[in-house]
């Protein structure tokens, strides 16, 4: 008796030990599915922070041209007279005063006595006008350049600002010479200062805050009327002298005159158009 009694005591036991494994087992695939639950959900929802982020600054870099094209355009009404409007709304204007034929220039003092930075014609800069057509002129930008760090230490460098190359004699921008940030707030205004009434500009955010800054901005506009597009421009020794003469497309330009080291450009346009 006492034999199976130990017997049976030692089967319950192994029972007990193997309802044991089969517990921690399941807790253990519990677990492996919860954590693989979570880091699916973090990807996707930082994939989703992400998509987000990038239609923001799709949409501020939209804004962004649409503002600068306005105000062009405002530029040449300032100095014009509209004549006529056509039935689909396309308006007509002749121009009333010569300092609107062309654009004005609209830069940094530090810029404007450059002579090398002549093609560079506007830029975001903190207290210029966009043109002086007239008094209502707007100067959107703030005294904050884009080489000054935000609180993520991210800036634009001036090199970056330089990569275009359409300055002479190897000119560059520096420190002083590059863009200003124009600030966009929720309700569409673009402050200039931080201080007094406009400090709930950063510090206060909240869908009722319409002043609450929502991105930043910057430009640089150039003439580049007077280049030449490197893909058509040129012609090789094979050229009609007709054609040559005319001038009447790029093709005829002739690269030989742009500098002393040229001398391989008219090889260049003869291979390309072969």
């Known amino acids: 008796m006492r034999t199976r009694s130990n017997s049976h005591r030692r089967h319950a036991s192994g029972k007990r030990g193997l309802a044991i494994v089969i517990v921690v087992s399941l807790m253990a695939m519990l677990m492996v599915l919860i954590l693989v639950f979570l880091l699916t959900s973090s990807t996707h929802r930082n994939a989703s922070s992400t998509e987000v982020a990038m239609r923001q600054a799709d949409n501020l870099a939209d804004l962004a041209e649409e503002t600068v094209v306005a105000d062009l355009r405002e530029e040449m009404v300032s100095g014009s007279i509209k004549v006529t409007t056509t039935p689909d709304n396309q308006s007509s204007y002749d121009v009333e005063d010569p300092k609107a034929m062309i654009p004005s220039r609209a830069v940094k003092p530090s810029v404007a006595s450059d002579k090398r930075l002549g093609l560079l014609v506007k830029q975001s800069a903190g207290g210029v006008k966009f043109h002086s057509l007239v008094a209502s002129a707007l100067s959107r930008a703030s005294n904050i350049s884009t080489t000054t760090p935000a609180a993520d230490g991210r800036k634009v460098a001036e090199t970056r600002w330089s990569a275009p190359r359409l300055f002479e004699s190897g000119g560059e921008l520096g420190n002083t010479q590059v863009p200003d940030w124009i600030y966009v707030t929720r309700g569409g205004t673009n402050p200039t200062t931080f201080s007094g009434p406009n400090s709930k500009s950063l510090n206060a955010d909240g869908s009722t805050n319409k002043d609450f800054i ?50 391989g450009l008219p090889k260049l346009a003869e291979w390309r158009h072969s």
């Open 214 to 263: 929502v991105g930043r901005y910057a430009y640089q506009i150039y003439d580049v009327s007077g280049l030449l597009d490197a893909n058509v421009a040129g012609h090789g020794a094979a050229a009609p002298d007709l054609g040559v003469a005319r001038k009447g497309s790029l093709v005829w330009a002739d690269l030989s005159v742009l500098s002393a080291d040229s001398s």
